[in-house]
């Protein structure tokens, strides 16, 4: 008998940690920034966390991998547009 079954949120967040490297690679490209890359795959995790519980069980680790970049990328598009619009306004 296992104390973490199959698809229960611990599970689901350990196999998420797999990802991390390319999560960090991607994360300098886009903000070539180590501290900056370091905050964004924290923040990713974080969101990846929270959404545990409305995700699909048993998803296949490809559809995992693409959500964790796709919300990266989202992520860092909403802080570039928000700088963008901070800048805009003091100018």
């Not at 973490?4 to 690679?25: K, N, Q, R, Y």
């Not at 300098?28 to 905050?39: F, G, P, Y």
């Not at 964790?68 to 992520?75: A, D, G, H, K, P």
Request: net charge positive; charged share 25%; hydrophobic share 45%.
């Amino acid at each position: 008998m296992s104390l973490t079954p199959e698809g229960s949120p611990v599970v689901e967040a350990a196999a998420g940690i797999e990802h991390i490297d390319g999560l960090f690679s991607y994360a300098l490209v886009l903000t070539r920034n180590r501290s900056e890359a370091e905050d964004l795959v924290q923040e990713t995790y974080v969101r990846a966390i929270r959404a545990m519980g409305s995700l699909r069980t048993g998803s296949n680790v490809i559809d995992a991998q693409q959500k964790l970049f796709r919300w990266m990328e989202r992520r860092t598009l909403w802080i570039l547009q928000r700088l963008q619009r901070i800048l805009m306004r003091s100018m």
